[in-house]
C-alpha cells in the first residue's frame, strides 16, 4: 500500500462526508483540513479524533486517541493503517419539501374529506461529526448533501401529515383556513423534528411551512367552494333578495335554451292584452318543461277572488298563471335549502335529494352533523348548541 505524506479533501462540491481514499498513515504526515470541514479518523467501526480546519502535522498531542488504538510509539516512521472523513460542516439552507400527492384528511369543521398538500424548505447543519460518520456513513465512501436531504424529507413529510391532521382535529382548524397558523405550526415542527435530526449529529438550522391548501382542480373541493359561495351570498343578501335572484336566473338560463328566443319574445307581449297573455303561458309553459318543473308562487295577501299579486310588479295575476301578464315575472317560489348540505331542493320536499337528510331535522351549526330535537350538545362534535 502506498504510504501518503499529505492527506487532503479532493471530493466534489455537493458531498456532505467523503473518505479519504488512502488507508496507510505514518507519523509526521501533513493533514489539510479546508474551512468548514473537520477531519475524522476512523478505525475498526470507531470515529477517533477529530481535527479542525488548517494544515495539522500528525503528533501525538492532535491525535492522541488513534495514537492509543494502534500503539505506535512516537518517533516511528511505521505507517499504521487509519481512515480519514471529511465532514462539510457548512449549514445546508433552502432544502425543498412538500407532498409528492395530496393527502386526504377530515376537516372538522366542513366535516367532509378534502385533498391537501403541504410544502415548505428546512436548512441544517452538521452538529457532531463522529455521531454522524457513526451512524450514517458506516463502509460507504461518500453521503451526498442530496441523499441525506432526501432521507429527512421522507421523516418530515411523515411528521408533518401526523401532526397537522392532529391540530385541525384538537383546534378545530378548517383547512381552507389553516394557512393563518403557518408560522405557529413551523415552529412547533422545528421542535418535534430536532430529535430525529440530533440522532445522526445534526441541528435544524430552520424549518418553514410555506403553505397548506387544496388543489383547486379537485371535484369534491369546487363543489364545496361552491356550496360555501352560495352560503355566503345568502347571508350578504338576505334570504329574500337570494330567491329572487335564483328566480331571475332561472328565467335567464330558460331564455338561453333551446327555443328561447320564443320564450324571451313571448314574454315581453305580455302587456298586450290577456290574449297574448294566454298565448305566451303557453309558450313559457313549454320552455319552463325544458329546466324541471316549478311550483306556484305563494299569494301575496289579498281577498280570496282566484287571484294572486306579482311580487315584482303588483299586478293581480289569475292564481291559475305561471306568469304575470303584466311584467312577466314566473310566479314561481325558489327552492328551499337543504340545512345539512346547503344544496336547493323543491319546496315542499321531505328529504334532501342530495345528502338524503329530513328537511325538517336539526343540525349542528358548526358541523352539519344531525342533532336529535332538544339535545343541547352535538353528538359529533362536542359543540354547545343555542337555546
Known amino acids: 500500500m502506498a504510504i501518503f505524506d499529505v492527506v487532503k479533501y479532493e471530493g466534489p462540491n455537493d458531498v456532505l462526508v467523503w473518505k479519504w481514499p488512502g488507508d496507510q498513515i505514518s507519523w509526521g504526515s501533513q493533514v489539510i483540513v479546508n474551512?468548514?470541514?473537520?477531519?475524522?479518523?476512523?478505525?475498526?467501526?470507531?470515529?477517533?479524533?477529530?481535527?479542525?480546519?488548517?494544515?495539522?502535522?500528525?503528533?501525538?498531542?492532535?491525535?492522541?486517541?488513534?495514537?492509543?488504538?494502534?500503539?505506535?510509539?512516537?518517533?516511528?516512521r511505521t505507517p499504521f493503517p487509519a481512515e480519514v472523513y471529511f465532514v462539510d460542516r457548512a449549514t445546508l439552507l433552502d432544502v425543498k419539501w412538500g407532498t409528492p400527492r395530496p393527502v386526504q384528511i377530515l376537516d372538522p369543521l366542513l366535516n367532509v374529506f378534502l385533498p391537501i398538500r403541504a410544502n415548505g424548505q428546512f436548512g441544517f447543519r452538521v452538529n457532531d461529526s463522529r455521531k454522524l460518520v457513526v451512524q450514517l456513513v458506516g463502509t460507504v465512501a461518500t453521503l451526498s448533501k442530496e441523499e441525506i436531504s432526501n432521507y429527512f424529507r421522507g421523516v418530515i413529510l411523515?411528521?408533518?401529515?401526523?401532526?397537522?391532521?392532529?391540530?385541525?382535529?384538537?383546534?378545530?382548524?378548517?383547512?381552507?383556513?389553516?394557512?393563518?397558523?403557518?408560522?405557529?405550526?413551523?415552529?412547533?415542527?422545528?421542535?418535534?423534528?430536532?430529535?430525529?435530526?440530533?440522532?445522526?449529529?445534526?441541528?435544524?438550522?430552520?424549518?418553514?411551512?410555506?403553505?397548506?391548501?387544496?388543489?383547486?382542480?379537485?371535484p369534491e373541493v369546487q363543489h364545496l367552494k361552491q356550496a360555501m359561495a352560495n352560503k355566503a351570498e345568502i347571508r350578504i343578501m338576505g334570504e329574500q333578495d337570494y330567491r329572487m335572484k335564483r328566480t331571475f336566473d332561472v328565467l335567464e338560463g330558460a331564455a338561453k335554451n333551446e327555443g328561447g328566443g320564443n320564450f324571451m319574445g313571448a314574454g315581453l307581449g305580455m302587456g298586450m292584452g290577456m290574449g297574448a297573455g294566454s298565448s305566451f303561458a303557453g309558450v313559457a309553459g313549454g320552455a319552463m318543461a325544458a329546466i324541471g318543473p316549478v311550483q306556484p308562487a305563494k299569494a301575496l295577501p289579498g281577498p280570496a277572488d282566484g287571484m294572486v299579486t306579482c311580487g315584482v310588479c303588483g299586478n293581480k295575476t289569475m292564481s291559475t298563471f305561471k306568469f304575470c301578464t303584466s311584467c312577466g315575472a314566473a310566479l314561481v317560489t325558489p327552492n328551499a335549502v337543504c340545512p345539512s348540505c346547503?344544496?336547493?331542493?323543491?319546496?315542499?320536499?321531505?328529504?334532501?335529494?342530495?345528502?338524503?337528510?329530513?328537511?325538517?331535522?336539526?343540525?349542528?351549526?358548526?358541523?352539519?352533523?344531525?342533532?336529535p330535537p332538544g339535545v343541547p350538545v352535538c353528538p359529533n362534535c362536542n359543540s354547545k348548541l343555542g337555546a
Open 35 to 76: 474551512q468548514t470541514q473537520e477531519a475524522i479518523f476512523y478505525k475498526d467501526g470507531q470515529a477517533l479524533d477529530v481535527l479542525g480546519p488548517g494544515r495539522h502535522t500528525l503528533e501525538t498531542d492532535n491525535i492522541p486517541l488513534l495514537k492509543s488504538f494502534v500503539n505506535i510509539p512516537f518517533g516511528n
Open 158 to 218: 411523515t411528521k408533518t401529515k401526523d401532526y397537522i391532521a392532529s391540530q385541525l382535529i384538537e383546534r378545530k382548524l378548517s383547512i381552507l383556513t389553516v394557512s393563518a397558523h403557518l408560522t405557529e405550526m413551523s415552529e412547533a415542527l422545528k421542535d418535534k423534528l430536532s430529535a430525529d435530526f440530533a440522532m445522526y449529529g445534526l441541528e435544524i438550522a430552520n424549518f418553514f411551512v410555506n403553505s397548506i391548501d387544496v388543489p383547486d382542480d379537485d
Open 342 to 371: 346547503g344544496m336547493e331542493v323543491p319546496v315542499g320536499a321531505k328529504f334532501c335529494g342530495h345528502c338524503g337528510i329530513k328537511m325538517s331535522t336539526n343540525v349542528c351549526p358548526y358541523c352539519k352533523h344531525p342533532v
